[in-house]
């Protein structure tokens, strides 16, 4: 951010996150941006960022698809209407200079900014942000690409399904003015400001609809800082700098480049050796190597994930709460930690990141004790031992960078206490779909968050509503379904914090689920890169970056 | 093709046709002779001793350490190769040492049960193809063909990804991308055979197909299969290895070394003995089984000789 | 006159020859191209030929290991071309073959006891230990002692190796055996010793030979009467001593002109053919010799001459003789 | 010859209809639905049923079949279920990755493996013969994916000798057109790029061109020695001809044949080995877009991806049997 | 008299294999004279084909090595005779010695031409090493040598491949390659065993007429005394690697000294009467190297007496150039003196 600060006094809604948090990352941020305008360093004469990552875009239609990967390159080349701050997920100004909100939160007026053009020339107003949305919402739009097979699962979920079904919650969108538009619910959503800061609403070119129709997911024309160049698919997709970017001054790079190095070791090799300037999916046991090295600097991003080990509580013996407590106290998550994350996770005794709003920090967490547990386990009948499948993913996930080890050392503490657990794996799809259907005993899985709501995290793993669906532990309790229903509803920030902290009561007390760790993925990146800040959301623009000789 | 006019024969000078000294009643068997073959073949004794050593190992795992291969230790982790961990610790801190010994026994019989699954139906479907030829052989051959056109591995992902990833479904996937493999050895084997002159020989006594089958065409073929399997034994040990690398082999904790290898891959910077003993493991075992392939191939069909 | 043992009637065996990815049938080999002759009782019926004019496909085809194209084969008064598999099995204890290759023709993975008791037990004769003792009794006939019954065919030298498949071919006590150049294969101090072995073995057995061979000094050793095939078919036929004094076939004649005599003081005249033996996939039309015939007429070119009998007992096949 | 070949072409016919039947039972057998891991765990299940509906999942299989190979008759390879990218021009780019690195490592293997076949072949039981079969014998043992680690280890990360990953340098892409990288660079008029591309292909294609490096040397010295003990080869040196001549020119050229027919077979396993090279290599190439669509359940991607390495094979192998009746008069069809 | 311009003398070849060292030449000793046919015969595995290729120094090695004698080359240069030993002549000298002056034939026409490469190629190949002529010079002198051999159509057939021609017209186009340089020794490994009779009388007939209008010396090796008897002026009769006996033509098969000789040519089956019953030898051609000590005939002799199995007999000079070796005419004939044959 750091410029032309909205005026959101009259928004009282939008103050998330812990204050002390928020305290911190604006402190931080203020130190980067004043190292910035001082410049104690030189600007290398090649402007040109070279960001390596493990996989590649799946699709540059950002909301047609769910992927971190996706998002990190369109974040560049497309902008929402608003946007969430440097460090953390509240919401200031994007593409919509001001809004209103009206009528209890039905009604939401946006004044657009205005000098705004696409990539390809034309002019952003309020028609192509209706266009945006009518054709996420309506299969029948023409730019709905329904017939080519896009799907907007994430509008679906966020605005409660698409046109004509009754969950949908915007009724309509209408035009005021060339730079006004307003948006018509049909039911009021705690969320909706905080969805109009994900990318996944952003806004393309009706333009270039109109002209590369569903090739458009090759062919991003956006209002971004970064244009679209080229895409040579799983290795490199080049963006060059918008020279008509709104935003006087920026972008300061003249270029970014995203390039595929699958392999971890490969990609630490090539950050050493200087072709590349940042690197994600960083190996956390090279991280101590890294701060040593003069030349490269560790980013670290907020965590804002969850990952667990899941109980199927419709199986036997799972049902039994008391068994589940016995084996909350059996993992040891300090060595899971140290083992697997090289020390950058935070214990998880919540299923919500601690920065998130409503968090439950009295909450007494399960203490790492195998005595204990073994008592535990012989009160409620286990004594003589007990052997069930451990399910494991194979891939590694944002919350767990390689669950099949961190299933190797719970297997091991299991073994501690008399329990036998045998790891079971399969492919990704299979696993998703099998544990969805509730074939598992024990899974592991996670969660991570998009939006900063935690009805994201308590809605799709705990609600009876998601089963079969996200809600894997087949956890239904009807206070809870209650709690968060209110919670869902309410457009009032403290009420929904009170009662998402009491649900956060009943689950730990139920057990559900064994909360592992909420995983800070790491970055690794030269020191030449200035004012990168890392997003909790997993990806960010890179607006402010700046490269020193 | 030309069609070749008929050379007469006349016995040709050469190793082959040269009687062994031997004293005249003592009766030497091919499979004999084979084995004197061998025994004079160096690269082939050390191929037996390297596969030996590995049988001993896997057999007497549990007395040549004392520690456990699951058992995780985070306070050593990633320890260089020392004295009290001979070939360093992983990432979990467990002993590479025992992982390798105790890996030997699923190597070896990752190899054996593959080899002997295809071994069975590729030469079943051989012995099909080559004996009643016709349609049964263009069917048989035909679908041979189509499975060597696959990339093998590829096949054997998909098969993997059929069953689900286990090390006994990879040894399926890995026996099933054999079986086209023998089945044509077996096949050309059975069809070459069956134009030798003692097949007409046995037929003219009035021999039953049956029995040359059994009695004349099998035997003969043995030699050839006998070393396909040793070789076999090797590219089934690497398939299974590479499946492991992928990660749709043996699950964790089994200390199998395709497996073990990709676990480390990452700390090949900072610990690179965690990759370095894993893969030499593999390529010992395979060594020594290609050593008596090429033995055995050398000691059974003199024609192949070299 | 005696009734034949075997008779061969219009004997055909054409190959088909294959080409092409799906194997389909391109031409044929006419390998072997109407031959008639009969053979008695107790008589040697030599065959003589140079490569591949057919002498080993007929040999096979009139026992049926190559299943022939066409004619008529009667053995013993039975047309065995009539017979179906398992009848046909069960004759071939009364036919027997021995094969020209002692290296190929013994299967390397039996002992010598197995190769020779194999054709007992087929055929169910004797129980275990007879056939351990016939065994070792058929060895010491064919001259080799009986313990070699343990060894295996490579412990053999190639004569020893010819006297086992003599061996297994009298095993079963046949009738006729067919030897196809039996000792082609063998030195010549060798070639002498199976040479007297089989014609001791046809006095003491009072065998049937139908002996092919190339070698004309071979052939008339042992042959009572004598064959003389060209290209798949029967050029000249008649009893020994006849057909060395009086060849009428004028490829008869050059065949026993060009074999070297080893008495320096038989120098004869040669008459030298030109050119090769034409491919029996694609033989000359008419008489298939008149490509190299000397005494070539126009006829020869067109019409394929009859197999006549020419004198008592003397068959031809030719243009020269035809009027008669 | 031209018939021949035309016959050949038709015989593929059947082969590949096997093959897709083959390949589209196997991957419908796979469990896992595409639209779960399209769009992974944190889906609805109404978000996957949709998705379902739109890709045209619930179709019969046999219906699905037929569609795919109605577009194929066409040319056209379908879509992904990914990437929503048409394949028949997405897939261009990893082909040619695939290509370049499995061409180079064949053109590796074959003058490495073949000389050093030649030369052993020669001075049979010299020191180089016994010293170059000991390293094919252990070539052939090595699994691949740790040679590839080892040389990246070593040559890339220690010695920092060679590049680890990638075709070419980030910063300075290459500008496509053919999309093998060595022919644009020279197309371009970029001799700089061209030894960049050059360095990328070094420890992959040795990699990948170990093994059939390691058959081809064992392949040609023994077919060598064959050939060198026949009678032919002893003609020619009767006529007091020099020995290089006698060797390379008639000896190898006799001696070719088997070689050429391993150079064929390995082809194919070298298309199907790159998965494990291009995933160390960070290679761009088609063994892991197949692999990945496995993964992701992209039916038309892993059928498409895998009927093609197929076709190339196959049609490797006729080139190499038209290769035949150059070489062998003798052959023909 | 004529001179020899080969000579061989107290050649050993022997082979190292794995089953010990097989002296398969074993102190042979022949001369060849300008223009003459020798013939050298002996069953299968005597060593006949082992001699003719330590002369042309074309002895497999390993596993074969010249371990003794000398074989000596002798030809005129400019008035000058000069003698060369091939056994200890450097390798480029000896390439261009065989081909050129030396040529060879072999037994399987079938095999010994390379099958890739036209005739003509193979023909110019030979001629292109020895002689300093043009392309279009050898391809004529190609052709020419075709059409010395007799065959049809050269001008066409040098342009054609071996599998196209068959196995008699193979062996003429050998034949062509032996003589494209006019060499002055021609050495035929049973260059007929091969073929048919018919087309065996042709190439003797060939190989006849070269040495009479060419005045090639031929060393003419074969199995079959009937060729012998037919081409030869001398013969050298070989047994398990030695020379048993050796004498003109006639001697030797008229009225040969050696128990083996005699029972050779008593067990074939004669073309001109027919007798009831054939000679034969008892008993199996030896391995060489398996019999050490002693004559090694002997145990197949009918004339064998206990010194046969102890000795080795002496090559004996019987008349006038007849040699044989066998204790049986140590009283007859004068023992060659060996150093004075080696000096000379
Ligand atoms: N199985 C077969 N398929 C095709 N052609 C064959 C087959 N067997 C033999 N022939 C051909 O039939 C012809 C006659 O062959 P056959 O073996 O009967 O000749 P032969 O007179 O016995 O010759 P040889 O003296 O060489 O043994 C030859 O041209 C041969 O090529
Ligand atoms: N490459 C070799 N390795 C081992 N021994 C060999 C080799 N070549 C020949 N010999 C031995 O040398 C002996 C003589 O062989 P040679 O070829 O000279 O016999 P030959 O008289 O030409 O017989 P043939 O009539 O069969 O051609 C053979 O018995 C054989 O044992
Ligand atoms: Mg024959
Ligand atoms: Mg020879």
């Given at each position: 951010?750091?410029?032309?600060?909205?005026?959101?006094?009259?928004?009282?809604?939008?103050?998330?996150?812990?204050?002390?948090?928020?305290?911190?990352?604006?402190?931080?941020?203020?130190?980067?941006?004043?190292?910035?305008?001082?410049?104690?360093?030189?600007?290398?004469?090649?402007?040109?960022?070279?960001?390596?990552?493990?996989?590649?875009?799946?699709?540059?239609?950002?909301?047609?698809?769910?992927?971190?990967?996706?998002?990190?390159?369109?974040?560049?080349?497309?902008?929402?209407?608003?946007?969430?701050?440097?460090?953390?997920?509240?919401?200031?100004?994007?593409?919509?200079?001001?809004?209103?909100?009206?009528?209890?939160?039905?009604?939401?007026?946006?004044?657009?900014?205005?000098?705004?053009?696409?990539?390809?020339?034309?002019?952003?107003?309020?028609?192509?942000?209706?266009?945006?949305?009518?054709?996420?919402?309506?299969?029948?739009?023409?730019?709905?690409?329904?017939?080519?097979?896009?799907?907007?699962?994430?509008?679906?979920?966020?605005?409660?399904?698409?046109?004509?079904?009754?969950?949908?919650?915007?009724?309509?969108?209408?035009?005021?003015?060339?730079?006004?538009?307003?948006?018509?619910?049909?039911?009021?959503?705690?969320?909706?400001?905080?969805?109009?800061?994900?990318?996944?609403?952003?806004?393309?070119?009706?333009?270039?609809?109109?002209?590369?129709?569903?090739?458009?997911?090759?062919?991003?024309?956006?209002?971004?800082?970064?244009?679209?160049?080229?895409?040579?698919?799983?290795?490199?997709?080049?963006?060059?700098?918008?020279?008509?970017?709104?935003?006087?001054?920026?972008?300061?790079?003249?270029?970014?480049?995203?390039?595929?190095?699958?392999?971890?070791?490969?990609?630490?090799?090539?950050?050493?050796?200087?072709?590349?300037?940042?690197?994600?999916?960083?190996?956390?046991?090279?991280?101590?190597?890294?701060?040593?090295?003069?030349?490269?600097?560790?980013?670290?991003?907020?965590?804002?994930?969850?990952?667990?080990?899941?109980?199927?509580?419709?199986?036997?013996?799972?049902?039994?709460?008391?068994?589940?407590?016995?084996?909350?106290?059996?993992?040891?998550?300090?060595?899971?930690?140290?083992?697997?994350?090289?020390?950058?996770?935070?214990?998880?005794?919540?299923?919500?990141?601690?920065?998130?709003?409503?968090?439950?920090?009295?909450?007494?967490?399960?203490?790492?004790?195998?005595?204990?547990?073994?008592?535990?386990?012989?009160?409620?009948?286990?004594?003589?031992?007990?052997?069930?499948?451990?399910?494991?993913?194979?891939?590694?996930?944002?919350?767990?960078?390689?669950?099949?080890?961190?299933?190797?050392?719970?297997?091991?503490?299991?073994?501690?206490?008399?329990?036998?657990?045998?790891?079971?794996?399969?492919?990704?799809?299979?696993?998703?779909?099998?544990?969805?259907?509730?074939?598992?005993?024990?899974?592991?899985?996670?969660?991570?968050?998009?939006?900063?709501?935690?009805?994201?995290?308590?809605?799709?793993?705990?609600?009876?509503?998601?089963?079969?669906?996200?809600?894997?532990?087949?956890?239904?309790?009807?206070?809870?379904?209650?709690?968060?229903?209110?919670?869902?509803?309410?457009?009032?920030?403290?009420?929904?914090?009170?009662?998402?902290?009491?649900?956060?009561?009943?689950?730990?007390?139920?057990?559900?689920?064994?909360?592992?760790?909420?995983?800070?993925?790491?970055?690794?990146?030269?020191?030449?890169?200035?004012?990168?800040?890392?997003?909790?959301?997993?990806?960010?623009?890179?607006?402010?970056?700046?490269?020193?000789? | 093709m030309e069609s070749v006019t008929p050379v007469?024969?006349?016995?040709?000078?050469?190793?082959?046709?040269?009687?062994?000294?031997?004293?005249?009643?003592?009766?030497?068997?091919?499979?004999?002779?084979?084995?004197?073959?061998?025994?004079?073949?160096?690269?082939?004794?050390?191929?037996?001793?390297?596969?030996?050593?590995?049988?001993?190992?896997?057999?007497?795992?549990?007395?040549?350490?004392?520690?456990?291969?699951?058992?995780?230790?985070?306070?050593?982790?990633?320890?260089?190769?020392?004295?009290?961990?001979?070939?360093?610790?992983?990432?979990?801190?467990?002993?590479?040492?025992?992982?390798?010994?105790?890996?030997?026994?699923?190597?070896?019989?990752?190899?054996?049960?593959?080899?002997?699954?295809?071994?069975?139906?590729?030469?079943?479907l051989g012995?099909l193809a080559g004996?009643f030829g016709r349609w049964v052989d263009m069917l048989i051959s035909r679908i041979f063909d189509i499975m060597l056109a696959f990339p093998s591995i590829l096949l054997?992902?998909?098969?993997?990804?059929?069953?689900?990833?286990?090390?006994?479904?990879?040894?399926?996937?890995?026996?099933?991308i054999?079986v086209p493999i023998?089945g044509r050895l077996v096949r050309s084997k059975v069809i070459s055979?069956r134009q030798?002159?003692?097949?007409?020989?046995?037929?003219?006594?009035?021999?039953?197909?049956?029995?040359?089958?059994?009695?004349?065409?099998?035997?003969?073929?043995?030699?050839?299969?006998?070393?396909?399997?040793?070789?076999?034994?090797?590219?089934?040990?690497?398939?299974?290895?590479?499946?492991?690398?992928?990660?749709?082999?043996?699950?964790?904790?089994?200390?199998?070394?395709?497996?073990?290898?990709?676990?480390?891959?990452?700390?090949?910077?900072?610990?690179?003995?965690?990759?370095?003993?894993?893969?030499?493991?593999?390529?010992?075992?395979?060594?020594?089984?290609?050593?008596?392939?090429?033995?055995?191939?050398?000691?059974?069909?003199?024609?192949?000789?070299? | 006159?005696?009734?034949?043992?075997?008779?061969?009637?219009?004997?055909?065996k054409y190959f088909p020859v294959t080409g092409g990815i799906f194997s389909r049938k391109v031409g044929e080999v006419k390998a072997?191209n109407?031959?008639?002759?009969?053979?008695?009782?107790?008589?040697?019926?030599?065959?003589?030929?140079?490569s591949g004019?057919?002498?080993?496909t007929?040999?096979?085809?009139?026992?049926?290991?190559?299943?022939?194209t066409?004619?008529?084969?009667?053995?013993?008064?039975?047309?065995?071309?009539?017979?179906?598999?398992?009848?046909?099995?069960?004759?071939?204890?009364?036919?027997?073959?021995?094969?020209?290759?002692?290296?190929?023709?013994?299967?390397?993975?039996?002992?010598?006891?197995?190769?020779?008791?194999?054709?007992?037990?087929?055929?169910?004769?004797?129980?275990?230990?007879?056939?351990?003792?016939?065994?070792?009794?058929?060895?010491?006939?064919?001259?080799?002692?009986?313990?070699?019954?343990?060894?295996?065919?490579?412990?053999?030298?190639?004569?020893?190796?010819?006297?086992?498949?003599?061996?297994?071919?009298?095993?079963?006590?046949?009738?006729?055996?067919?030897?196809?150049?039996?000792?082609?294969?063998?030195?010549?101090?060798?070639?002498?010793?199976?040479?007297?072995?089989?014609?001791?073995?046809?006095?003491?057995?009072?065998?049937?030979?139908?002996?092919?061979?190339?070698?004309?000094?071979?052939?008339?050793?042992?042959?009572?009467?004598?064959?003389?095939?060209?290209l798949g078919?029967?050029?000249?036929?008649?009893?020994?001593?006849?057909?060395?004094?009086?060849?009428?076939?004028?490829?008869?004649?050059?065949?026993?002109?060009?074999?070297?005599?080893?008495?320096?003081?038989?120098?004869?005249?040669?008459?030298?053919?030109?050119g090769d033996v034409p491919s029996p996939s694609n033989p000359p039309s008419?008489?298939a010799?008149?490509t190299?015939?000397?005494?070539?007429?126009?006829?020869?070119?067109?019409?394929?001459?009859?197999?006549?009998?020419?004198?008592?007992?003397?068959?031809?096949?030719?243009?020269?003789?035809?009027?008669? | 010859m031209i018939s021949y070949t035309i016959r050949r072409l038709l015989m593929l016919i059947p082969v590949l209809i096997g093959m897709s039947l083959i390949t589209f039972s196997i991957?419908?057998?796979?469990?896992?639905?595409?639209?779960?891991?399209?769009?992974?765990?944190?889906?609805?299940?109404?978000?996957?049923?949709?998705?379902?509906?739109?890709?045209?999942?619930?179709?019969?299989?046999?219906?699905?079949y037929g569609n795919y190979m109605m577009g194929l008759l066409q040319g056209d390879l379908g879509?992904?279920?990914?990437?929503?990218?048409s394949i028949s021009s997405e897939i261009w780019p990893y082909l040619a990755a695939t290509i370049e690195l499995t061409i180079f490592a064949m053109v590796f293997a074959v003058i490495v493996g073949v000389n050093?076949g030649i030369?052993?072949a020669?001075?049979?039981?010299?020191?180089?013969?016994?010293?170059?079969?000991?390293?094919?014998?252990?070539?052939?043992?090595?699994?691949?994916?740790?040679?590839?680690?080892?040389?990246?280890?070593?040559?890339?990360?220690?010695?920092?000798?060679?590049?680890?990953?990638?075709?070419?340098?980030?910063?300075?892409?290459?500008?496509t057109v053919t999309n093998f990288y060595l022919l644009d660079?020279i197309i371009?008029?970029?001799?700089?790029?061209?030894?960049?591309?050059?360095?990328?292909l070094?420890?992959?294609g040795?990699?990948l061109g170990?093994i059939p490096m390691?058959i081809i040397a064992r392949m040609t010295r023994s077919s060598m020695?064959e050939v060198l003990?026949s009678d032919y080869i002893?003609t020619v040196?009767?006529?007091?001809?020099?020995?290089?001549s006698v060797v390379y020119r008639h000896g190898f050229k006799n001696a070719v044949i088997p070689v050429l027919t391993v150079v064929g077979l390995q082809t194919g396993t070298l298309l199907g080995g790159a998965?494990?090279?291009?995933?160390?290599?960070?290679?761009?190439g088609v063994g892991?877009y197949v692999?990945?669509?496995?993964?992701?359940?992209?039916?038309p991607v892993i059928q498409s991806g895998i009927i093609v390495i197929a076709t190339i094979f196959v049609f490797i192998n006729l080139i190499v049997d038209l290769l035949y009746t150059y070489i062998d008069p003798r052959i023909k069809y | 008299?004529?001179?020899?311009?080969?000579?061989?003398?107290?050649?050993?070849?022997?082979?190292?294999?794995?089953?010990?060292?097989?002296?398969?030449?074993?102190?042979?000793?022949?001369?060849?004279?300008?223009?003459?046919?020798?013939?050298?015969?002996?069953?299968?595995?005597?060593?006949?084909?082992?001699?003719?290729?330590?002369?042309?120094?074309?002895?497999?090695?390993?596993?074969?090595?010249?371990?003794?004698?000398?074989?000596?080359?002798?030809?005129?240069?400019?008035?000058?005779?000069?003698?060369?030993?091939?056994?200890?002549?450097?390798?480029?000298?000896?390439?261009?010695?065989?081909?050129?002056?030396?040529?060879?034939?072999?037994?399987e026409p079938m095999t010994s031409l390379d099958p890739l490469f036209t005739i003509g190629y193979q023909i110019i190949e030979?001629?292109k090493?020895?002689?300093?002529?043009?392309k279009k010079?050898a391809r004529q002198?190609a052709i020419?040598?075709l059409?010395?051999?007799?065959i049809p159509r050269a001008e066409e057939i040098v342009d054609e491949y071996p599998h196209q021609l068959s196995g008699g017209m193979r062996q003429r186009v050998m034949?062509a390659i032996?003589?494209?340089?006019?060499?002055?020794?021609?050495?035929?490994?049973?260059?007929?065993?091969?073929?048919?009779?018919?087309?065996?009388?042709?190439?003797?007939?060939?190989?006849?007429?070269?040495?009479?209008?060419?005045?090639?010396?031929?060393?003419?090796?074969?199995?079959?005394?009937?060729?012998?008897?037919?081409?030869?002026?001398?013969?050298?009769?070989?047994?398990?690697?030695?020379?048993?006996?050796?004498?003109?033509?006639?001697?030797?098969?008229?009225?040969?000294?050696?128990?083996?000789?005699?029972?050779?040519?008593?067990?074939?089956?004669?073309?001109?009467?027919?007798?009831?019953?054939?000679?034969?030898?008892?008993?199996?051609?030896?391995?060489?190297?398996?019999?050490?000590?002693?004559?090694?005939?002997?145990?197949?002799?009918?004339?064998?007496?206990?010194?046969?199995?102890?000795?080795?007999?002496?090559?004996?000079?019987?008349?006038?150039?007849?040699?044989?070796?066998?204790?049986?005419?140590?009283?007859?004939?004068?023992?060659?003196?060996?150093?004075?044959?080696?000096?000379?």
């Open positions: 951010g750091g410029n032309n600060e909205p005026a959101d006094a009259d928004t009282n809604n939008n103050d998330a996150g812990t204050n002390n948090t928020s305290d911190k990352t604006n402190n931080e941020a203020d130190e980067s941006s004043g190292e910035n305008s001082e410049g104690d360093y030189s600007l290398a004469e090649d402007q040109t960022l070279i960001f390596a990552r493990g996989g590649d875009s799946v699709s540059l239609d950002y909301a047609s698809v769910t992927d971190g990967e996706s998002s990190r390159v369109t974040e560049q080349i497309y902008e929402s209407l608003l946007k969430f701050d440097e460090d953390s997920f509240e919401i200031g100004p994007g593409l919509a200079e001001e809004w209103e909100v009206f009528d209890d939160g039905l009604r939401f007026v946006f004044q657009l900014r205005e000098g705004v053009t696409f990539h390809d020339g034309t002019d952003f107003n309020a028609e192509a942000v209706k266009i945006n949305f009518e054709r996420w919402a309506d299969p029948d739009h023409e730019y709905h690409f329904a017939d080519e097979g896009y799907t907007y699962s994430v509008y679906g979920t966020q605005f409660g399904g698409f046109k004509g079904d009754d969950g949908h919650v915007i009724e309509e969108i209408n035009v005021l003015g060339e730079h006004e538009i307003e948006f018509v619910l049909n039911e009021s959503l705690g969320a909706f400001l905080q969805n109009m800061g994900m990318s996944y609403f952003s806004i393309t070119s009706p333009a270039a609809f109109e002209e590369h129709g569903s090739a458009i997911n090759e062919n991003p024309v956006g209002t971004g800082p970064f244009k679209f160049v080229s895409w040579s698919k799983d290795d490199s997709i080049v963006l060059e700098k918008n020279e008509d970017y709104w935003q006087e001054g920026y972008p300061k790079l003249d270029g970014v480049i995203f390039q595929v190095i699958p392999d971890n070791s490969a990609r630490l090799t090539a950050l050493r050796s200087g072709e590349i300037d940042i690197m994600d999916g960083l190996n956390p046991d090279d991280v101590e190597q890294i701060e040593s090295d003069p030349g490269l600097a560790i980013f670290e991003r907020e965590t804002n994930n969850i990952g667990y080990l899941g109980f199927n509580l419709d199986k036997e013996p799972f049902d039994n709460a008391d068994l589940r407590r016995a084996l909350n106290h059996a993992i040891d998550k300090e060595t899971l930690i140290t083992v697997l994350y090289a020390g950058l996770a935070e214990p998880a005794k919540n299923i919500i990141p601690p920065s998130y709003m409503g968090y439950n920090d009295s909450i007494d967490p399960y203490a790492y004790d195998p005595d204990l547990a073994r008592e535990l386990l012989d009160e409620a009948g286990f004594g003589d031992g007990l052997e069930f499948d451990l399910w494991t993913m194979p891939v590694a996930r944002p919350y767990m960078p390689d669950p099949e080890r961190a299933a190797e050392v719970m297997q091991a503490n299991l073994a501690d206490v008399g329990v036998t657990a045998n790891i079971v794996s399969m492919e990704w799809a299979t696993y998703l779909e099998r544990t969805e259907q509730g074939e598992h005993d024990i899974f592991m899985l996670g969660w991570s968050g998009t939006n900063g709501d935690p009805d994201y995290f308590f809605g799709n793993l705990l609600h009876s509503d998601a089963i079969p669906g996200g809600n894997r532990s087949f956890y239904g309790n009807d206070e809870v379904d209650s709690l968060l229903n209110q919670a869902k509803n309410s457009v009032d920030e403290d009420e929904r914090a009170e009662l998402y902290r009491e649900v956060q009561e009943i689950v730990h007390e139920d057990a559900p689920m064994i909360p592992l760790v909420h995983s800070i993925p790491v970055l690794a990146g030269s020191e030449r890169v200035k004012n990168y800040v890392p997003h909790l959301s997993t990806s960010e623009p890179l607006t402010n970056v700046e490269l020193a000789e | 007469k024969k006349q016995p040709m000078p050469g190793p082959e046709n040269q009687e062994p000294h031997l004293t005249e009643t003592e009766s030497i068997s091919p499979w004999k002779e084979a084995f004197w073959q061998l025994r004079k073949n160096k690269l082939a004794l050390v191929g037996l001793f390297i596969i030996i050593f590995f049988i001993m190992i896997a057999i007497f795992a549990p007395f040549l350490t004392s520690y456990s291969y699951q058992t995780l230790n985070a306070a050593d982790r990633l320890q260089g190769p020392s004295a009290q961990y001979w070939f360093g610790t992983d990432d979990l801190g467990r002993d590479i040492f025992t992982r390798i010994v105790y890996g030997a026994r699923i190597s070896l019989m990752v190899g054996f049960f593959a080899v002997t699954g295809a071994l069975i139906f590729g030469s079943f012995i004996y054997a992902i998909a098969i993997v990804a059929i069953l689900g990833p286990s090390l006994q479904n990879a040894l399926i996937a890995i026996a099933i054999n023998f055979i030798e002159e003692y097949i007409m020989a046995a037929k003219a006594q009035g021999m039953k197909n049956g029995r040359i089958l059994f009695h004349h065409v099998l035997p003969n073929s043995l030699a050839p299969i006998i070393v396909q399997a040793t070789l076999g034994f090797g590219t089934a040990i690497l398939e299974a290895a590479a499946l492991g690398f992928l990660g749709l082999g043996a699950q964790p904790p089994t200390p199998e070394w395709g497996r073990m290898l990709s676990d480390s891959r990452q700390y090949i910077q900072s610990a690179p003995w965690t990759v370095l003993f894993p893969g030499l493991s593999i390529m010992l075992v395979v060594l020594g089984f290609n050593m008596i392939g090429d033995g055995l191939r050398d000691a059974l069909d003199p024609k192949m000789k070299n | 006159m005696p009734t034949p043992l075997l008779e061969v009637k219009g004997l055909k072997v109407d031959v008639s002759f009969e053979v008695y009782e107790g008589e040697v019926l030599g065959i003589v030929g140079e004019c057919g002498k080993s007929t040999g096979k085809a009139l026992l049926r290991l190559i299943e022939p066409e004619g008529e084969v009667i053995f013993n008064g039975e047309n065995i071309t009539k017979l179906d598999r398992e009848a046909m099995r069960l004759k071939r204890r009364d036919m027997q073959i021995i094969f020209q290759d002692p290296y190929a023709s013994l299967n390397p993975r039996h002992k010598v006891e197995k190769i020779l008791s194999e054709p007992l037990l087929i055929h169910g004769i004797g129980d275990k230990e007879e056939r351990k003792r016939k065994v070792r009794e058929i060895l010491e006939i064919v001259g080799l002692p009986g313990e070699h019954a343990s060894r295996y065919p490579h412990q053999f030298s190639g004569g020893q190796r010819q006297r086992i498949g003599i061996a297994r071919a009298l095993i079963v006590n046949p009738k006729l055996i067919v030897c196809d150049e039996p000792v082609s294969a063998l030195d010549v101090s060798i070639q002498s010793q199976i040479l007297n072995l089989m014609e001791d073995l046809q006095g003491q057995f009072g065998l049937t030979y139908l002996f092919i061979a190339h070698d004309l000094s071979v052939v008339k050793h042992i042959s009572h009467r004598i064959g003389v095939m060209y078919k029967m050029a000249e036929l008649a009893p020994n001593e006849d057909l060395y004094s009086n060849p009428l076939h004028p490829y008869t004649k050059s065949l026993l002109s060009a074999v070297p005599n080893p008495d320096p003081d038989l120098k004869t005249d040669r008459v030298i053919l030109e008419g008489c010799f008149h190299r015939c000397p005494e070539c007429m126009d006829i020869c070119k067109e019409v394929d001459p009859e197999f006549k009998e020419f004198s008592d007992n003397h068959f031809v096949a030719c243009h020269l003789f035809n009027d008669k | 991957i419908h057998l796979i469990p896992g639905n595409p639209a779960q891991t399209i769009l992974g765990e944190q889906a609805t299940p109404q978000a996957i049923e949709q998705l379902e509906e739109q890709l045209g999942l619930n179709q019969p299989y046999f219906v699905q879509t992904s279920l990914r990437t929503k990218a050093a030369i052993s020669w001075k049979q039981n010299s020191l180089f013969d016994y010293t170059s079969m000991l390293i094919a014998l252990i070539g052939v043992s090595m699994p691949i994916f740790w040679l590839g680690l080892l040389e990246q280890w070593i040559f890339a990360q220690n010695l920092g000798w060679l590049p680890a990953f990638g075709r070419g340098n980030p910063r300075d892409p290459v500008e660079s371009n008029g970029r001799p700089d790029q061209l030894w960049t591309s050059f360095k990328h070094i420890l992959p040795v990699a170990t390691a020695l003990r002893r040196e009767a006529k007091g001809s020099h020995t290089l998965i494990l090279t291009e995933t160390i290599f960070s290679w761009p892991r692999y990945e669509a496995i993964g992701n359940r992209d039916y | 008299m004529k001179k020899p311009v080969l000579e061989i003398n107290h050649l050993k070849t022997h082979f190292f294999t794995d089953r010990g060292e097989i002296p398969a030449v074993d102190d042979v000793s022949v001369k060849i004279y300008e223009g003459e046919v020798l013939g050298i015969v002996g069953e299968s595995g005597c060593g006949k084909s082992v001699t003719s290729l330590s002369v042309m120094g074309l002895v497999p090695d390993p596993p074969g090595k010249i371990v003794g004698g000398e074989i000596l080359f002798r030809q005129q240069e400019g008035g000058q005779e000069r003698s060369e030993n091939l056994v200890t002549v450097k390798k480029k000298r000896l390439r261009q010695i065989r081909g050129n002056q030396i040529a060879m034939i072999f037994q030979a001629v090493k020895h002689k300093k002529v043009t010079e002198i020419d040598k059409i010395l051999v007799g034949i032996a003589m494209s340089c006019d060499p002055e020794v021609l050495i035929a490994d049973e260059p007929t065993t091969a073929l048919d009779v018919t087309i065996q009388a042709q190439i003797l007939d060939l190989m006849k007429k070269l040495n009479k209008e060419n005045g090639t010396a031929i060393m003419m090796i074969t199995h079959d005394l009937g060729v012998v008897a037919e081409m030869c002026d001398r013969v050298a009769v070989m047994y398990a690697g030695k020379v048993v006996e050796e004498g003109d033509v006639r001697t030797i098969l008229k009225d040969p000294k050696h128990p083996y000789t005699q029972g050779l040519i008593r067990s074939l089956p004669k073309m001109n009467k027919r007798e009831e019953r054939l000679y034969s030898i008892p008993g199996n051609v030896p391995k060489p190297g398996s019999i050490k000590i002693g004559c090694r005939f002997a145990p197949r002799c009918s004339e064998a007496f206990n010194r046969c199995y102890e000795e080795n007999p002496d090559l004996l000079e019987l008349r006038d150039g007849h040699t044989c070796r066998c204790f049986l005419y140590e009283k007859e004939g004068d023992l060659v003196n060996a150093d004075a044959l080696a000096g000379s």
